[in-house]
């Protein structure tokens, strides 16, 4: 039998502000390197008023980094320096790879109803590739497979394997998987996951059960809230499972459905030198980077 990975923490997502003045909920950040090694960043940016997300994220740069942003209602217009300009819109996917240095920006429109939902992910490169040319990938709804699995199980496969389907993503050095499943009540979900990558599920709707506990408590460590599994019942939306190293995912559910994000990569295991969007190896690497930027050479390959 497969080894099932087993909880090593929990994570509540919590609220911040970014951009222009856009009102999220950060689920891991600066605070988690190296826990999450690939994975430097996840934002929550589910809103139904306008005025928390409209101001968005004007031009910045990025270098060093991946950002994926995963919209499931409204749009997000874009534009960057390599000349891509278009909406994200539900369902989409934008996987950018900032590499050598991008500049660009994301304004987040909403749907009709003012609804924006939706989470941007950051993955690390490691030194090899932090200077590689950007590059820039659209996915659109229509192009995400979606399997039936057993029990119920509904999936969107946006990067990596499940089963015999495979992601529209593909080619990304840190090898990463990123699926959207939902799970209906009185149900159980396996997936198969490899040895030494970090793995992380993030509920965003519903509640589950993972790796059969069902016993968390609240405790408090550097001012954020951790789970370490002994008094509530179930995992709930806004919480991120980290899990521990093995063979397969375990899920399960009782009275109520759960969707969440599964995602997982093989860590780098190198220095982080981080200062806002810009990740590298060392703080000589960042003085460099913001000098560049200052001194308008910052753009190394341009579309």
Not at 21 to 47: A, C, I, K, Q, W
Not at 127 to 151: L, Q, T
Not at 203 to 223: A, M
Request: charged letters at 25%; a negative charge.
């Amino acid at each position: 039998m497969p080894s099932t990975r087993m909880i090593r923490k929990i994570l509540k997502a919590k609220p911040t502000m970014e951009g222009a003045g856009v009102h999220l909920r950060r689920v891991f950040g600066f605070s988690e390197v190296p826990l999450l090694d690939p994975f430097l960043l996840l934002d929550d940016f589910r809103s139904d008023n306008p005025e928390h997300y409209l101001k968005g994220f004007p031009w910045h740069p990025h270098r060093g980094i991946e950002t994926i942003t995963y919209v499931l209602k409204g749009d997000v217009e874009h534009g960057d320096s390599m000349g891509n300009k278009g909406v994200i819109g539900s369902g989409d996917v934008q996987w950018m790879t900032a590499g050598s240095g991008i500049i660009h920006q994301e304004m987040p429109k909403g749907d009709p109803e003012g609804r924006m939902e939706g989470f941007q992910l950051w993955a690390n490169l490691p030194r090899s590739h932090k200077m590689m040319a950007p590059r820039y990938r659209g996915v659109e709804s229509k192009d995400i497979p979606e399997v039936r699995g057993v029990n119920g199980a509904h999936i969107k496969v946006i990067c990596g394997r499940l089963g015999e389907v495979t992601g529209p993503v593909s080619g990304i050095v840190t090898e990463p998987e990123y699926l959207d499943i939902s799970l209906p009540a009185g149900a159980e979900f396996r997936h198969p996951t490899k040895r030494g990558h970090t793995v992380f599920a993030y509920v965003i709707s519903g509640q589950g059960y993972f790796c059969q506990e069902k016993n968390p408590f609240t405790y408090e460590v550097e001012g954020l809230n951790y789970f370490d599994m002994q008094r509530e019942p179930f995992v709930s939306n806004g919480m991120l499972v980290l899990l521990d190293d093995g063979e397969e995912v375990m899920v399960t559910t009782e009275v109520e459905p759960v969707r969440f994000l599964l995602v997982s990569g093989k860590p780098i295991g190198e220095p982080v030198a981080w200062y806002g969007p810009i990740v590298m190896n060392t703080e000589e690497e960042l003085k460099v980077a913001f000098e560049e930027y200052r001194q308008g050479t910052f753009i190394k390959r341009a579309g």
